[in-house]
Protein backbone atom coordinates (compact mmCIF):
# COMPACT_ATOMS: atom_id res chain seq x y z
CA UNK A 1 0.00 0.00 0.00
CA UNK A 2 1.32 3.88 -1.01
CA UNK A 3 1.86 6.09 1.64
CA UNK A 4 0.41 9.45 0.50
CA UNK A 5 1.85 12.68 1.62
CA UNK A 6 -0.80 15.38 2.12
CA UNK A 7 -0.07 19.56 2.54
CA UNK A 8 -1.82 19.53 5.90
CA UNK A 9 0.02 19.18 9.08
CA UNK A 10 -1.43 18.86 12.59
CA UNK A 11 -2.11 22.61 13.78
CA UNK A 12 -2.33 24.87 10.95
CA UNK A 13 -4.90 27.32 10.26
CA UNK A 14 -7.67 25.58 7.78
CA UNK A 15 -10.60 26.67 5.95
CA UNK A 16 -13.53 24.68 5.32
CA UNK A 17 -14.52 24.93 2.05
CA UNK A 18 -17.19 22.63 0.91
CA UNK A 19 -20.01 21.13 3.56
CA UNK A 20 -22.55 21.84 6.23
CA UNK A 21 -19.05 24.06 7.65
CA UNK A 22 -18.26 25.46 4.35
CA UNK A 23 -16.30 29.23 5.62
CA UNK A 24 -15.53 28.17 8.82
CA UNK A 25 -12.17 28.34 9.92
CA UNK A 26 -10.25 26.32 12.41
CA UNK A 27 -6.99 24.73 14.03
CA UNK A 28 -6.31 20.97 13.09
CA UNK A 29 -6.22 18.70 15.63
CA UNK A 30 -5.72 15.50 14.06
CA UNK A 31 -4.53 14.15 10.49
CA UNK A 32 -5.28 10.54 9.43
CA UNK A 33 -3.50 9.68 7.14
CA UNK A 34 -5.01 6.40 6.24
CA UNK A 35 -8.36 7.48 5.61
CA UNK A 36 -7.13 10.51 4.06
CA UNK A 37 -9.48 12.95 7.09
CA UNK A 38 -8.78 15.78 8.95
CA UNK A 39 -10.02 16.82 12.45
CA UNK A 40 -10.41 20.52 12.90
CA UNK A 41 -11.18 21.85 16.51
CA UNK A 42 -14.93 22.82 17.22
CA UNK A 43 -15.90 22.36 13.85
CA UNK A 44 -18.13 19.25 12.36
CA UNK A 45 -19.27 18.43 15.63
CA UNK A 46 -21.46 15.56 16.73
CA UNK A 47 -23.30 14.37 19.88
CA UNK A 48 -22.62 11.31 21.39
CA UNK A 49 -23.77 9.11 23.91
CA UNK A 50 -21.43 7.65 26.51
CA UNK A 51 -21.61 5.78 29.35
CA UNK A 52 -19.88 6.78 32.67
CA UNK A 53 -16.91 4.48 33.01
CA UNK A 54 -13.22 4.64 34.51
CA UNK A 55 -12.65 7.22 31.48
CA UNK A 56 -15.37 9.32 31.63
CA UNK A 57 -17.23 9.80 34.91
CA UNK A 58 -19.83 11.97 33.78
CA UNK A 59 -22.11 9.58 31.58
CA UNK A 60 -24.50 11.47 28.87
CA UNK A 61 -24.33 13.44 25.73
CA UNK A 62 -21.56 14.60 24.59
CA UNK A 63 -20.35 16.70 21.97
CA UNK A 64 -16.65 15.72 19.93
CA UNK A 65 -15.25 16.83 16.49
CA UNK A 66 -15.68 14.26 13.70
CA UNK A 67 -13.40 14.00 10.61
CA UNK A 68 -13.67 15.82 7.69
CA UNK A 69 -12.05 14.78 4.53
CA UNK A 70 -8.90 16.53 3.78
CA UNK A 71 -9.87 17.62 0.31
CA UNK A 72 -12.72 19.54 1.91
CA UNK A 73 -10.51 21.86 3.96
CA UNK A 74 -7.45 24.57 2.72
CA UNK A 75 -4.52 25.55 4.12
CA UNK A 76 -5.05 29.74 5.27
CA UNK A 77 -1.77 31.69 4.29
CA UNK A 78 -1.11 34.00 6.73
CA UNK A 79 0.35 36.88 4.20
CA UNK A 80 -2.47 36.52 1.77
CA UNK A 81 -5.58 36.16 4.72
CA UNK A 82 -6.80 33.77 2.72
CA UNK A 83 -7.09 29.88 1.70
CA UNK A 84 -4.53 28.81 -0.86
CA UNK A 85 -3.16 25.81 -2.50
CA UNK A 86 0.18 24.75 -1.35
CA UNK A 87 3.31 23.57 -3.55
CA UNK A 88 6.58 22.04 -2.02
CA UNK A 89 10.40 22.99 -2.91
CA UNK A 90 13.57 22.32 -1.47
CA UNK A 91 15.67 25.37 -0.20
CA UNK A 92 19.21 26.39 -0.88
CA UNK A 93 20.13 24.85 2.37
CA UNK A 94 18.40 21.46 1.67
CA UNK A 95 15.26 21.81 4.04
CA UNK A 96 11.91 20.89 2.33
CA UNK A 97 9.14 23.00 2.85
CA UNK A 98 5.46 24.42 2.15
CA UNK A 99 4.96 27.51 0.29
CA UNK A 100 1.75 29.44 -0.83
CA UNK A 101 1.16 29.20 -4.59
CA UNK A 102 -0.81 32.63 -4.67
CA UNK A 103 1.65 34.74 -2.91
CA UNK A 104 5.44 32.28 -3.49
CA UNK A 105 5.81 32.94 0.64
CA UNK A 106 7.32 29.93 2.99
CA UNK A 107 4.55 28.53 5.02
CA UNK A 108 6.59 26.81 7.33
CA UNK A 109 7.78 28.22 10.82
Excluded at 13 to 32: A, D, F, L
Excluded at 50 to 69: F, L
Excluded at 73 to 83: H, T
Amino acid sequence: MQVVKYKIKKNDQVMIISGKEKGKTGRVINVIPDTGRVVVEKLNLVKRHTRASAKVKQGGIIEKESPISISNVMLICEKCKGPVRVGRKVLDDGRRVRFCKKCKEVLEK
